[in-house]
């Protein structure tokens, strides 16, 4: 995970701490927190972690799953097939290091949106710093997922129905679904970040309250 990352700000003070001059003052930092950890949420780098996660997963699944092809598909001397046994298990052993990254990177969004509704409940006040909305940052979360998961779906299911005995292997078919998987995934990670951001954006934007988006994830 790239450390150089748009910081979390800290949660809002509590009540007995709270000494704001004024109410601009107390406005200010909302609008300043609430963006970063907007920016923290759905900025570039977030976006360059999302698809930096999606290479290794697919780097992971699709050296195991050519060493797997390469195993089943011709027969090979020993000291070939125990370099391809050693290569497919370097594969697999990277594949839960992935998926580690993946789950960290959820479990940080989750940090992060319930601090951008902490400091967004502090005022009643509808939320202008654009870096929360980010409409083009937002559109493009959501146009990646949506190609991920029409490509994921189409990989397990038109590469097994096209498979014909004598030409496909088994191993084949297994390889492609993975890869499809880890696409259907990733993609709808990516589809639901969008969509739930997108609403509490459009929320904070009107009328500044959190309301119900804060009882829910993305």
Known sequence: MPSRTTPLPPPP??????????????RADRERA?????????GVRRLGTYLLMLLALQA???VFGLGLVSLVDGA???????????????????LPVAV??????VRRDRVARARLLEWAALDPAPVRDPRLRAPGLSLLW??????QCAAGLWLCFAVPAAARPGSTT?????????????????????????AGHYRVAIRLGATGRPGAAGRKTG
């Open 100 to 105: 580690w990254g993946v789950v960290e990177g």
């Open 142 to 147: 959501l146009l990646l997922g949506f190609v």
């Open 170 to 194: 088994f191993a084949e078919v297994v390889f492609a679904m993975g890869a499809g998987m880890i696409l259907w995934v990733n993609g709808l990670l990516g589809l639901v970040k969008a």
């Open 34 to 42: 609430v963006g970063e950890a907007g920016a923290r949420l759905v």
């Open 60 to 62: 992971a699944w699709g």
């Open 76 to 94: 090979m001397d020993p000291l070939t097939a125990l370099a391809v046994i050693l290569v497919a298990a370097l594969g697999l052993v990277g």
């Open 13 to 26: 003070p509590p009540p007995s701490l709270r000494s704001w001059p004024d109410e601009g003052a107390r």
